[in-house]
Nanobody, 124 residues
Framework: EVQLVESGGGLVQPGGSLTLSCTVSGFSFSTSHMSWVRQVPGLGVEWVSAIGSGGTTYYVDSVKGRFTISRDNAENTVYLKMNSLKVEDTAMYYC??????????????????WGQGTQVTVSS
């Protein structure tokens, strides 16, 4: 059974930092591309960041220079370090298995390889 368990979300003031973690099981993590998707009710979903099995990274323009994605294959965990958080970063963040890198060219579609999500709220 595929499981993706996110943690690390919460309430933070603008300019603050959070680190999201996603620990996975039930599939070959080290050979899988991984990603973070965020969803704002009424505004749709978007790819935030991705990391390939070989370490290649992707960031949406709005988070470049502020967010850092990383992975620990020994721990089957992917991280998203978020610095200089803005109010517009408020969203539900999902850990998602990125089966094909080209999926980044299209809007995310929910499937069985999504975690349950962790809420990030940036507010003063």
């Amino acid at each position: 059974e595929v499981q993706l368990v996110e943690s690390g979300g919460g309430l933070v003031q603008p300019g603050g930092s959070l680190t999201l973690s996603c620990t996975v099981s039930g599939f070959s993590f080290s050979t899988s591309h991984m990603s973070w998707v965020r969803q704002v009710p009424g505004l749709g979903v978007e790819w935030v960041s991705a990391i390939g099995s070989g370490g290649t990274t992707y960031y949406v323009d709005s988070v470049k220079g502020r967010f850092t994605i990383s992975r620990d294959n020994a721990e089957n965990t992917v991280y998203l370090k978020m610095n200089s958080l803005k109010v517009e970063d408020t969203a539900m963040y999902y850990c998602v298995v990125l089966r094909y890198w080209w999926w980044l060219e299209r809007p995310p579609v929910k499937n069985n390889y999504w975690g349950q999500g962790t809420q990030v709220t940036v507010s003063s």
